[in-house]
């Protein structure tokens, strides 16, 4: 069962010499082995390499190389095997985007942030099914088939990173790497019962992660626990060179210990929409009345303050992000047309090896923003769209920014509700949209947002609880996730 762990546990145990890196990797791949057929999470398993870093890893811990120079620490992530969104660029192992058009594509290079993690010694497992190019929130816009959900396989799992949540929730890996432009973490990691977190616009580098829409993407961790997603956090934050959005500092990203108190903020524009749970809405309210008993904690010099907010400008987000990601995304897809890189269809002319290439390799769903998008910036269109909806974003960070000036976080449900049935809601686009409606807010303000689990509901599925943080305070984001983790039972 080595492939429950968790990093803390796992690296710990390899430390020891409890176990090798290669048995902890044969244990994963036995349960992707077993168990992928019917969730359908990976759309790549490299067990053949995975087997080869793991062996390497086991030599280094055996010679103490790759420890921490200095203090001859072993790296964190040393022997550990992940997965990655198949959205995310990695060096001579296939990535689709979960679209045809990049079936047969292996990238020369591997994302900044896969390059820092793997220069840890980490050992890469395979690539996850996704909404193709990012697409989507449950995974049924993948052209590779959707990812069931491991707690129920007769529903989703989420998206657009669904295949990595259900992987992690599987214990198929330790942890993965998802891409969240409005939503793709955190959405997943509620539905399938683990920690997923979107880092604020520039903490990480997006490299090499196939560009959705610039103004949003951001990448991040899907673990196990807290812990294990700030750990990762840490490794993959900083400044890049080949991304010109990325912040120098990589202060408070994880220290924690100067919290003395903190100020909980609950807006109530989310707890009150069209289509909200009720068992949903209920287990988030006790989680946050279970806040309060904090002080009979361990920890309890440190006080916690709940108080109500108001957000007023939430209803916008949606209208507002469904305006603005079509539009960069119509802009960025331009580089799919068959020529540069993947598949290309056969055809006559030039014009016809475009079209027929898009046509064949995108699913609906991505011809769908590229219309939208290229109608929204269109002459004489752009002002009444674009240019209007990148000034209502400018209301939303300002409404986000004075709710701050009050509180330190903010705690909301990730999700109206738990994971929906498979082909519930597939057919009805505006439906599926909606679904996104408590994560884009913080996407479409370039905020720091994680997903703890809060529990299952009667039928046993799991619920996702939001905290929410000012710009570049992971810091509080973590300690807040850390408290519901451990106190707030
Ligand atoms: N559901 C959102 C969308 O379809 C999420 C996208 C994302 O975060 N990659 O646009």
Redesign the pocket.
């Known amino acids: 069962m080595l492939n429950r762990l968790t990093i803390k546990q796992a690296h710990e145990g390899l430390k020891k010499k409890e176990f090798s890196s290669v048995e902890l990797t044969r244990a994963c791949l036995k349960r992707i082995k077993e168990r992928n057929k019917d969730i359908n999470a990976f759309i790549s398993v490299f067990e053949k390499e995975a087997l080869e870093e793991a062996n390497k890893a086991d030599e280094m811990i055996k010679k103490k190389k790759s420890f921490d120079g200095a203090q001859g620490k072993q790296k964190m992530l040393l022997g550990i095997p992940f997965c990655v969104k198949d959205?995310i660029n990695t060096m001579d192992r296939r990535s689709t985007g979960a679209a045809k058009i990049l079936d047969n594509y292996i990238p020369p290079f591997d994302a900044t942030v896969i390059k820092k993690i793997r220069e840890q010694g980490a050992v890469l497992l395979g690539k996850n099914n996704?909404?193709a190019?990012?697409?989507?929130?449950s995974n049924e816009?993948s052209m590779y088939g959707p990812v069931k959900n491991p707690r129920d396989l007769t529903k989703v799992a989420g998206?657009?990173?669904g295949g990595t949540a259900a992987a992690v929730a599987d214990d198929m890996c330790v942890f993965g790497i998802g891409?969240?432009?409005?939503?793709?973490?955190r959405?997943p990691a509620s539905f399938c019962g683990v920690v997923g977190l979107?880092p604020s616009y520039g903490r990480n580098s997006r490299y090499g992660i196939m560009p959705?829409?610039s103004s949003?993407?951001t990448v991040g961790p899907i673990t196990k626990t807290v812990e294990d997603c700030a750990i990762v956090e840490e490794i993959m934050a900083g400044h890049d060179k080949l991304d010109a959005t990325t912040v120098p500092s990589q202060k408070s990203v994880k220290s924690l210990k100067s919290i003395k108190s903190l100020r909980v903020g609950v807006p109530r524009e989310y707890f009150y929409v069209d289509g909200m749970d009720g068992e949903v809405k209920k287990m988030i309210e006790r989680k946050i009345e279970r806040l309060k008993d904090y002080k009979t904690c361990p920890e309890r010099s440190r006080r916690i303050e709940i108080v109500g907010v108001s957000l007023p400008m939430t209803k916008y987000a949606i209208p507002v992000?469904?305006i603005i990601?079509p539009s960069e995304d119509s802009s960025n897809l331009g580089r799919l047309d068959g020529i540069r890189y993947g598949v290309r269809a056969e055809a006559k002319n030039l014009y016809d090896v475009y079209a027929k290439s898009r046509a064949q390799g995108f699913p609906e769903?991505v011809k769908r923003?590229i219309m939208i998008g290229t109608y929204a910036l269109s002459a004489g269109y752009y002002d009444a769209y674009y240019r209007k909806a990148q000034k209502v974003r400018t209301l939303i960070i300002q409404d986000f920014n004075k709710a701050f000036e009050n509180v330190d976080v903010l705690i909301t449900p990730t999700s109206p509700f738990t994971a929906f049935g498979i082909g519930e809601k597939k057919n009805d686009v505006l439906a599926?949209?909606l679904?996104?409606i408590f994560?884009?807010p913080a996407?479409v303000a370039g905020l720091p947002a994680i997903s703890v689990p809060a529990g299952k509901t009667k039928s046993g599925l799991p619920v996702g609880l939001q905290i929410i943080g000012p710009r570049l305070k992971e810091n509080l984001v973590f300690h807040t996730a850390k408290l519901i983790e451990n106190y707030a039972r």
């Open positions: 959205a996704c909404d190019f990012g697409h989507g929130a816009n998206g657009s990173s891409e969240d432009t409005g939503g793709s973490i959405q979107r959705m829409a949003l993407d992000y469904y990601v769903e923003r599926m949209y679904a996104d994560v884009a996407a």
